[in-house]
């Protein structure tokens, strides 16, 4: 820890603000294992977070240290009205820690350097207007590349040294926290989709929208879909994103939902997913799906599921087939 204010770290920290205000779902899914640290180290804190979009409130509904999210519309200068009250209201509050959690974040040096707080904390830049606010200061240099990691390796540089986690990343999970309840209704939703015969047999989900090049063509999904037709032992699911177009035409039965949390209880009810580098990945990761995670443009060492029964697969050129080879080896 390299403190450019002088920090008296023996003072109570009973209220924290973390600072990521992105609308991106995989990136609010990205900070759950900072928030459950912060848990663990300050059991008694109140922690606020600092978000944009809707994802937040329902990513962190069973957090029950966070007290309040506040975000910022997902189309900021579309709605300048509110932003400036989101912005007054944050100028208003104290915080004991202000964390900017990501290296770079224009927008999360901005907030840590308008919000009061007694500890303001971050990765250094390397430039002297924006690495003077902070009191605790960390080199980016020692940040592990993937995205879950680097904000608990701030926290620990900062404060915990001793605890600084080792390149496997042992330990380290995305956590939605669902209820029991929120998983029987996600088992409701896909036996109801599937047929109660599903639960006898391997239940493969398949999410066949991304964004960009991290997109595969419906006719790449579909050769997959012909591979596991011949096995009697699998029923196929789509999960269909939020705009309710199924991706694959009804070939297999769909399943769509807008509410967050049962959309990470059904994808966690399946037997695995098979799903392109995205929000919902994270989402299935985070609720404790088996996740077969297929990246094209993007690292998995930066972005792949975290759980230790899930993989990663660069698959940019690769086949249908040899996806589907991939998905009988993982199961």
């Not at 399943?255 to 994270?282: F, K, N, P």
Request: include cysteine.
């Amino acid at each position: 820890m390299d403190g450019l204010e002088s920090a008296d770290n023996s003072l109570p920290v009973r209220r924290i603000a973390v600072l990521r205000p992105n609308h991106r779902l995989g990136n609010t899914l990205l900070l759950t294992p900072l928030v459950r640290e912060l848990e663990a180290r300050f059991p008694d804190a109140e922690i606020e977070l600092v978000a944009a979009g809707v994802a937040a409130g329902a990513v962190f509904r069973q957090f029950t240290q966070v007290t309040a999210v506040h975000a910022f519309p997902a189309a900021s200068y579309r709605h300048p009205s509110q932003v400036l009250s989101l912005l007054l209201t944050l100028k208003r509050r104290s915080f004991d820690m202000a964390i900017d959690p990501i290296p770079q974040s224009r927008s999360g040096r901005f907030l840590l350097g308008m919000i009061r707080a007694r500890e303001r904390v971050g990765y250094r830049w390397g430039v002297p207007g924006r690495d003077r606010m902070l009191t605790h200061a960390v080199d980016p240099a020692t940040a592990p590349s993937h995205c879950a990691e680097s904000p608990v390796h701030l926290l620990h540089a900062a404060y915990f040294p001793d605890a600084v986690r080792d390149a496997n990343r042992a330990g380290l999970t995305l956590d939605l926290r669902l209820t029991e309840r929120e998983r029987r209704e996600g088992e409701r939703q896909l036996t109801a989709v599937l047929g109660s015969s599903s639960r006898h047999r391997t239940r493969i989900g398949i999410f066949a929208h991304a964004t960009g090049e991290k997109c595969y063509p419906a006719a790449w999904w579909r050769k997959i879909v012909a591979y596991f037709r011949r096995q009697t032992s699998v029923q196929l699911v789509e999960f269909v994103p939020i705009d309710g177009r199924p991706r694959l035409d009804g070939e297999i039965p769909a399943l769509h939902t807008c509410d967050l949390r049962v959309l990470g209880a059904t994808l966690a009810a399946t037997s695995i997913v098979v799903i392109a580098d995205g929000g919902v990945m994270h989402l299935a990761d985070a609720a404790g799906a088996r996740v077969l995670g297929l990246f094209k443009t993007t690292e998995p060492s930066r972005y792949g599921p975290c759980r230790s029964m899930s993989q990663s697969l660069m698959a940019r050129n690769a086949s249908p087939e040899a996806v589907a080879e991939r998905i009988s080896a993982v199961l």
